[in-house]
């Protein structure tokens, strides 16, 4: 502790080996624990209804594909034997940042990069483009915290990405 009263020093964060995810420490027989939560898959309580019905509702622009992303999520998670272990919460959110990034691109793809700005009249570039690069930043972010957890639990090693659907839709529209 400094003269101040604030505790500095000390080990930096992230800073060390990474962990390993347990399919690799299987495969290399090591003993090793998963996350020991009850197996009770979480999506199909009643109040995840609620949640499946706030992301498809009437959007003034555009559809909302946050249901359809959820349920790929979902499913994702029940081939991995990992849905128990991911809050609906954290999940909403993804399905949410996702799918008001693919609504974004398309509001792009529909009206363009550049824009007139309100009051001088002169080009400006669109808004919906950063406003695009906050929902991805923010999506990523969310699908990491997700997939390390998966990753960390998992008995397999964990391929396939939900996300690679999500820019085949978008890549068609």
Known sequence: MAK????????RTGAG???????EKLQ??????????????AFDAPE???IKAFLSEDQRMGELYGREIFEQMVTWLRERNCAHLISPHLLEQYSMAMARWIQLENVTNEY???????TTGAMIGSPFVSMAQGYLKQANMLFQQIF?????????VVTGNPQDEMMEKLLKL
Do not use: Y
């Open 17 to 23: 080996r990474k962990k390993k995810p347990l399919a």
């Open 148 to 156: 390390s957890i998966v990753s960390a639990n998992s008995t397999e």
């Open 48 to 50: 995840i209804e609620q």
């Open 112 to 118: 363009g990069f550049v824009s007139k700005h309100p």
């Open 4 to 11: 101040d009263g604030t505790n500095r020093g000390g080990a």
């Open 28 to 41: 290399e027989g090591k003993t090793a624990t998963a996350l020991s939560l009850p197996e009770k898959d």
